[in-house]
T-cell receptor, first 113, second 112 residues
Framework: DAGVIQSPRHEVTEMGQEVTLRCKPI?????LFWYRQTMMRGLELLIY????????DSGMPEDRFSAKMPNASFSTLKIQPSEPRDSAVYFC???????????FGSGTRLTVV | KQEVTQIPAALSVPEGENLVLNCSFT??????LQWFRQDPGKGLTSLLL?????REQTSGRLNASLDKSSGRSTLYIAASQPGDSATYLC???????????FGTGTRLKVLA
């Protein structure tokens, strides 16, 4: 298995632009999680899905953030419009009902200038 | 609300030393506890997962223990090597939810 795949690895964008981050979970995993990591706040859970349904989006910072999971093999996290304070590393993780352990992707490093 | 604390925040040891990293959590009714390693600029790699019914898990030179009643877990690294240098994160999940809450990590440096 190729693991959890995130794209792009790096994204540099100007303030006000729309940013879309992508994630492909491990095949057979039924839960998917989006985290944001910064030096100041560590790892923060933004939203998670179970069987493609959003379960908890209480960590989504503002209406500028949205996430979708149209099918079991793909999820997107969108920021529109982006702001410099959104600069962070965004991680996607997936887990299975077998043991609920996480497997993380390599992350997307977002810089908003 | 579950909170996870890791002490120390940073640790520097000479090669070959055995060491212990600590993790504490406020709500003892956990479902799972997982230890991760993160290298600078990289993603998180799962090291060990302990389910609530288990007391410990071992993988190579790593041993993780869990004491639910006291809200604590330790990660023991035997015969440390420079390649063990990384940040180690502890995370817990509670029953009825699939999500993990993370500690802020312990940054380990093993000196050659």
């Amino acid at each position: 298995d190729a693991g959890v795949i995130q794209s792009p690895r790096h994204e540099v964008t100007e303030m006000g632009q729309e940013v879309t981050l992508r994630c492909k979970p491990i095949s057979g995993h039924n839960s998917l999680f989006w985290y944001r990591q910064t030096m100041m706040r560590g790892l923060e859970l933004l939203i998670y899905f179970n069987n493609n349904v959003p379960i908890d989006d209480s960590g989504m910072p503002e209406d500028r953030f949205s996430a979708k999971m149209p099918n079991a093999s793909f999820s997107t996290l969108k920021i529109q419009p982006s702001e410099p304070r959104d600069s962070a590393v965004y991680f996607c993780a997936s887990s299975s009902a077998r043991d609920y352990g996480y497997t993380f992707g390599s992350g997307t490093r977002l810089t908003v200038v | 609300k579950q909170e996870v604390t890791q002490i120390p925040a940073a640790l520097s040891v000479p090669e070959g030393e055995n060491l212990v990293l600590n993790c504490s959590f406020t709500d003892s009714a956990i479902y799972n506890l997982q230890w991760f390693r993160q290298d600078p600029g990289k993603g998180l790699t799962s090291l060990l997962l302990i389910q609530s019914s288990q007391r410990e898990q071992t993988s190579g030179r790593l041993n993780a223990s869990l004491d639910k009643s006291s809200g604590r877990s330790t990660l023991y690294i035997a015969a440390s090597q420079p390649g063990d240098s990384a940040t180690y994160l502890c995370a817990v999940s509670n029953p009825g939810t699939y999500k993990y809450i993370f500690g802020t990590g312990t940054r380990l440096k093993v000196l050659a």
